[in-house]
């Protein structure tokens, strides 16, 4: 119900935009959010987006990813610029929404894009 895009190799300083588009019978889609796992380490939270606009980053990320969202499309966006070899990993997109018909809100998760950085 989700499908990420956008991935790929880049040089150091470089950019990528990932985008994740949730599809099917949907009522309401929630908080949308980026994640991402390297080799050996635990999925981490990137940045995530509220259905108003409201967003919140990674200290790590923060000045150097933006995500945005388009309601109309349901389709969430991260822009990834000034990128570095220790942001090479699967970026995963989930959202939080409801079915159409549905009485609760489920998260759903993306099928990953892999991000690689070279220096």
């Known amino acids: 119900q989700l499908q990420a895009s956008g991935g790929g190799l880049v040089q150091a300083g470089g950019s990528l935009r990932l985008s994740c588009a949730a599809s099917?019978?949907?009522?309401?889609?929630?908080?949308m959010s980026w994640y991402r796992q390297a080799p050996g380490k635990q999925r981490e939270l990137v940045a995530h987006?509220?259905?108003?606009?409201?967003?919140a980053y990674a200290g790590s990320v923060k000045g150097r990813f933006t995500i945005s969202r388009d309601n109309a499309k349901n389709t969430v966006y991260l822009q990834m610029d000034s990128l570095k070899p220790e942001d090479t990993a699967v970026y995963y997109c989930?959202?939080?929404?409801?079915?159409?018909?549905?009485?609760?809100?489920?998260?759903?998760w993306g099928q990953g894009t892999q991000v690689t950085v070279s220096s």
């Open positions: 989930k959202a939080n929404l409801r079915n159409s018909g549905g009485v609760y809100s489920y998260d759903y």
């Open positions: 987006i509220a259905t108003a606009g409201t967003t």
């Open positions: 099917g019978s949907i009522s309401s889609i929630n908080v």
